[in-house]
């Protein structure tokens, strides 16, 4: 083999190449010429290394991750391409079989060479993969892809760089984080981080119908002046404006502006202007009843095509997917803590909240119904069940924002406080007791603090004990237990 041939079989268009792409696909096309090696060139684009030219395999990686950052659970499989990325090295593989971090592309290969692409300050900015299905001698391959790996290199560096991230592979990446975002909240800065890239617009705003009508999204940790003027003039336009937007949205479907100066803006859109937006995107984000709209401007006179609106279409929908799911889950795990006749919650949170309980200004109130199961004897378990949802709604309305009631059995109930002595645990009780007696019933409640080194379950036996305390004493009232 003449390798000093193939360099200048490889090289002698580089010079004429226009774009990145081409230089590469010159490259591989030029190497498959002289070996039978499937030929892959991959560079960092974003945080991936991605393929932009190959031949010779029935089948490629479009990508590889450049790194391995992130939780173990989700760090990406080790490479060869990857660790030559990550260490400006070559790599030479006689037998792939032997090398963990070999990734298969097809089941004949025996041997790889990975050399770095280097810009011409020394800067890995991708790689070139070579793979063998049949006896080769890497020493000399491995110096000739080094040359050409440099004047490609070179060529790529003066064409400007690796190729910029197009916006479908923005939108995929986004779309990959807000699978992964844990809350709505989370999910909602994402999505308007997203807008932003993907448009290349400045502000993105989301609003969204929710049980108490539209509201704003959450904002971004960095959103601009345009969107923070946005958000102010959408929050003094109030409720109904954000109505309008929301209805016209998903009436009329997605609309963009122009970028042509004379023409007003319709109605609804009237606070963004007065913000300083002079080119919008407006998509509609779920379902009319639930949903939203999702609006992304700029203070620029600027014409968004049509593939930016569908992409921005594309965004709010898997946002709006990924929302759902989110809400769904809060649902159900909702109504795993959830008691299904008073709406309480039960003894799985009250376990996980009674842990967290602070020595001496946490105070556990537990409460029992006097003659509940007169009730249930004599007017049956349709007459308690009502007596019980009646009883929690008052003993609810009597505690202070910020104290929490659980029903943990059948007529017994426990109230966990903040106090800030025992006396203020007593005056909360006698509220409850009050409480239960307008519903036309009464109560007995025993109360406890935690002592410094106790456990929960103990604090909970000294209440419970309290409480029996004032069953014994004739019910309907308090009892303390000792400190």
Known sequence: MDHERVLRDVTVRLPTASTVPEACQWTVAALARHTPATATILLRVHDRLRCVAATGAWQVFSHVPATADGPARQRPEPSVVRRVYASGETAAVPDVTADPDYLPVRPDVTAELCVPVRDPAGRPIGVLDLQWSEPVTLAPWRETAERLADRLGARIAAL???PAESRSEKLLRHAAAFTAAPTG???????????????ALSAAVLVLTGRRGPRLGAPTD???DLEARIRAELTDAGPVALEKMVDRAHRYGSAYTLGEAGHPPTEEYLPLTRAGARTLVAVPVGAPAAGGVLLVADERALRPDPTTVNLIELLAGQ???????????????EQASS?????????GPFGQRIASAMPGRTALLAIDVDGFKDVNDTYGHQAG?????GLARALEGALRQGDELYRTGGDEFVAVIEVSHPQEAVGIAERLTEAARRTGRTISVGIALPRPGETPERTLHRADQALYAVKRHGRDGIHLSAA
């Open 339 to 347: 008691d299904p006749l008073t709406g309480l919650r039960h003894t």
């Open 185 to 199: 909240w989370d999910l909602m800065t994402a999505a308007i981080t997203a807008a932003r890239d993907v448009s």
């Open 160 to 162: 400007g760089g690796p």
């Open 385 to 389: 069940d009502r007596l019980l949802v």
């Open 319 to 333: 946002a709006w997917t990924c929302l759902d799911r989110l809400r769904t889950l809060a649902r159900l795990r």
């Open 222 to 224: 960095t959103p601009g």
